[in-house]
Nanobody
C-alpha cells in the first residue's frame, strides 16, 4: 500500500506565502512524476504544477513566477512553495505521485487527501 499525506495548508493574507509538503510512504520501487492540483468550491480540479523524476518542472500559467515545486527523493517528499498568494489561489490542494510498485509493475497514480489553503484578509 502507498500513502500520500499533504501538510502545510492554512489561512494567509493576500501577498503572503505558504509551503505545502507531500510525503509518500509505503511499498514503492520508484517514484516517477509528482505534482499538485487544486480545487476551489464549485470548480473542477485544476493542474497547478508538476516535477519529473529528473527535476523538470511544469506550471499552470496562473501560478508561474509565484509558485515553485521541488522534491526530496531521499525523503520521498514533494514541496510547493507558494508566494504572492491571492484570494483566487484559495482551494483544496491535492498532491499526486506516479509510482512503480515493483520493477515489473505498471505505473500507478496515488492522491493525497488534500490540504486547505485560504487566502483572505
Amino acid at each position: 500500500q502507498v500513502q500520500v499525506v499533504e501538510s502545510g495548508g492554512g489561512l494567509v493574507q493576500p501577498g503572503g506565502s505558504l509551503r505545502l509538503s507531500c510525503a509518500a510512504s509505503g511499498s514503492m520501487f520508484s517514484i516517477d512524476s509528482m505534482g499538485w492540483y487544486r480545487q476551489a468550491p464549485g470548480n473542477t480540479r485544476e493542474f497547478v504544477a508538476q516535477i519529473s523524476s529528473g527535476g523538470t518542472t511544469n506550471f499552470a500559467d496562473s501560478v508561474k513566477g509565484r509558485f515553485t515545486i521541488s522534491r526530496d527523493n531521499a525523503k520521498n517528499t514533494l514541496y510547493l512553495q507558494m508566494n504572492s498568494l491571492q484570494p483566487e489561489d484559495t482551494a483544496v490542494y491535492y498532491c499526486y505521485i506516479r509510482v512503480l510498485r515493483s520493477r515489473f509493475s505498471r505505473f500507478e497514480l496515488y492522491w493525497g487527501q488534500g490540504t486547505q489553503v485560504t487566502v483572505s484578509s
